[in-house]
């Protein structure tokens, strides 16, 4: 039910999995370091303020499963004016589905979306939590799957979802789709 309602939402693929699927390392919260991401440090659903690698995966395994989803869409999405638009949708898909899968017998749910929610909601503002106010946006703010270690690369490979790395240097000519993962975890 939960697969079918993932796709109704919008996801392009979706699958529930064991978490002890789920491949969290140390050195996937190391790439989040600036330069190589602008919101390492900025945002408190972003490293160093989320748990460790080790507290993530106890963390992660202490739920039964998860509901992995995929949105494919058109590389050049990711550049221009829009390009947190596919991120945003994410983060959309990814709480709808913590709270439907609440309303169905999951009392523990826990959503996590594609990258920094950040640039997505508040590009302009201090992360308010860091600022010890109240999220502006506590329904949708979540932390990444990359933010507490889980390589999703290697995860998505072990479903059977090989992912195109997209780099700001990507030319979408030649790698024309992209995918963001996300993930619900359910207890």
Not at 116 to 131: A, G, I, M, Y
Not at 164 to 176: A, C, D, H, M
Request: proline residues 8%; hydrophobic residues 40%.
């Amino acid at each position: 039910m939960l697969v079918d309602t993932a796709i109704f939402l919008g996801a392009t693929k979706a699958r529930i999995i064991p978490t002890d699927l789920v491949p969290v390392q140390e050195d996937i919260i190391e790439m989040c370091r600036a330069p190589a991401c602008e919101s390492f440090g900025q945002c408190a659903n972003c490293p160093p303020y989320v748990m460790t690698s080790a507290e993530a995966r106890k963390w992660i395994r202490s739920f039964n499963k998860a509901l992995l989803v995929k949105y494919d869409l058109p590389t050049s999405e990711l550049f221009g004016p829009s390009r947190m638009e596919p991120f945003r949708r994410m983060f959309v898909l990814v709480t709808a589905l913590e709270d439907i899968s609440r309303h169905n017998g999951f009392e523990r749910c826990a959503a996590l979306g594609a990258g920094s929610c950040k640039p997505v909601f508040c590009p302009k503002d201090t992360c308010s939590l860091l600022q010890g106010e109240q999220c502006r946006y506590p329904d949708l703010a979540r932390p990444s799957l990359e933010a507490l270690g889980i390589n999703v690369f290697e995860l998505a490979d072990a479903v059977g979802w090989p992912l195109n790395r997209i780099l700001r240097s990507t030319n979408p000519e030649t790698v024309p789709f992209a995918s963001l993962i996300g993930m619900v975890l359910l207890g």
